[in-house]
């Protein structure tokens, strides 16, 4: 079933050709692990375990890690209405809505499908935003799991997770145990942390650059179904002014999971590092809404765009 979010070809063409890229990186890397290694089938069993527990259990790990609980309609009333109207307008299944007691303002979708999806907003951004602002922020989200993109980037980082874990791994077994090991198997794991580094390397770019990208696409979707950009621009402005306010160690957490926020739980604007950022600028974001505004002749976004 389609929903009613506007469908965008960009996206689509963008989450192919990476998923196709990193695939061609997905097999060069077992490829390489078998050959180093001499055990396919210590290598398949182990990636194929890994892969099945992340996208199955993708949901369950986000909100466990971001302390999130799924809440019922007594709870939240008014959330669960917010929801209830989107899905509603936009025609698509409704997700499971859970909370985080954080006080940092943010929100995510996760889940392998829309039919299995759920959406988490803090209680940070409860208490700061007015319900034309909720809405937008959920729309925007809402989007994520319509065009599966959710999905699309729990896949994409995948490899990138596997061959970080094997760089850790390989460093650690060398500085505590590289004393014991003859010269081959050193060489060995020396050669399988070089692999394992440069395709974390390289899919770490694929990802971010496909991220950045959802991100846009995800803010032009809310904003046509709304109908009101400005609102959106609005707690974009708030959430990303009180994430700077929030201090950095309350932050490290979250940073991990900052491809699936709303906005990125870093509390500042990206310099030269924006082009490794999982999330546009707030410029570039603004920019966009108010272009949309003008599109929809509704008064333009808050906040100052180049």
Same mark, same amino acid.
């Given at each position: 079933?389609?929903?009613?979010?506007?469908?965008?070809?960009?996206?689509?063409?963008?989450?192919?050709?990476?998923?196709?890229?990193?695939?061609?990186?997905?097999?060069?890397?077992?490829?390489?692990?078998?050959?180093?290694?001499?055990?396919?089938?210590?290598?398949?069993?182990? *990636?194929?375990?890994?892969?099945?527990?992340?996208?199955?259990?993708?949901?369950? *790990?986000?909100?466990?890690?971001?302390?999130?609980?799924?809440?019922?309609?007594?709870?939240?009333?008014?959330?669960?209405?917010?929801?209830?109207?989107?899905?509603?307008?936009?025609?698509?299944? %409704?997700?499971?809505?859970?909370?985080?007691?954080?006080?940092? /303002?943010?929100?995510?979708?996760?889940?392998?499908?829309? %039919?299995?999806?759920?959406?988490?907003?803090?209680?940070?951004?409860?208490?700061?935003?007015?319900?034309?602002?909720?809405?937008?922020?959920?729309?925007? +989200?809402?989007?994520?799991?319509?065009?599966?993109?959710?999905?699309?980037?729990?896949?994409?980082?995948?490899?990138?997770?596997?061959?970080?874990?094997?760089?850790?791994?390989?460093?650690?077994?060398?500085?505590?145990?590289?004393?014991?090991?003859?010269?081959?198997?050193?060489?060995?794991?020396?050669?399988?942390?070089?692999?394992?580094?440069?395709?974390?390397?390289?899919?770490?770019?694929? *990802?971010?650059?496909?991220?950045?990208?959802?991100?846009?696409?995800?803010?032009?979707?809310?904003?046509?179904?709304?109908?009101? /950009?400005?609102?959106?621009?609005?707690?974009?402005?708030?959430?990303?002014?009180?994430?700077?306010?929030?201090?950095?160690?309350?932050?490290?957490?979250?940073?991990?999971?900052?491809?699936?926020?709303?906005?990125?739980?870093?509390?500042?604007?990206?310099?030269?590092?924006?082009?490794?950022?999982?999330? /546009?600028?707030?410029?570039?974001?603004?920019?966009?809404?108010?272009?949309?505004?003008? +599109?929809?002749?509704?008064?333009?976004?808050?906040?100052?765009?180049?």
């Amino acid at each position: 079933m389609r929903s009613r979010f506007r469908s965008d070809r960009g996206l689509t063409v963008r989450m192919t050709v990476t998923l196709f890229l990193l695939g061609l990186l997905y097999v060069g890397f077992v490829v390489a692990l078998i050959v180093l290694l001499k055990s396919w089938l210590l290598v398949v069993v182990l *990636i194929a375990a890994m892969f099945v527990a992340q996208f199955w259990f993708s949901d369950r *790990i986000a909100l466990f890690a971001m302390r999130g609980r799924v809440v019922e309609r007594e709870e939240y009333p008014e959330l669960h209405a917010v929801v209830d109207r989107l899905c509603a307008l936009s025609d698509m299944p %409704r997700p499971v809505v859970a909370v985080s007691t954080m006080d940092m /303002p943010n929100a995510f979708a996760t889940g392998r499908s829309p %039919r299995k999806a759920v959406v988490c907003v803090t209680t940070g951004l409860l208490d700061r935003l007015d319900p034309a602002e909720l809405e937008g922020v959920l729309a925007h +989200e809402l989007s994520h799991v319509a065009h599966k993109d959710v999905a699309v980037i729990t896949v994409a980082s995948f490899l990138g997770v596997i061959a970080g874990l094997i760089v850790r791994f390989a460093f650690y077994s060398q500085v505590f145990g590289g004393g014991r090991r003859d010269q081959n198997t050193a060489a060995v794991f020396a050669a399988v942390m070089g692999v394992s580094a440069a395709v974390y390397a390289l899919s770490f770019l694929l *990802i971010r650059s496909l991220s950045r990208y959802r991100e846009l696409a995800a803010d032009r979707a809310a904003a046509l179904l709304t109908g009101r /950009p400005s609102a959106l621009a609005s707690a974009l402005v708030k959430v990303s002014g009180d994430i700077a306010r929030i201090p950095t160690e309350d932050l490290r957490t979250a940073q991990a999971f900052n491809a699936f926020y709303f906005t990125p739980a870093t509390g500042r604007e990206p310099g030269i590092e924006r082009f490794f950022s999982t999330h /546009p600028s707030l410029e570039q974001r603004l920019g966009r809404l108010e272009r949309i505004s003008a +599109e929809l002749g509704e008064p333009a976004a808050p906040g100052k765009a180049g």
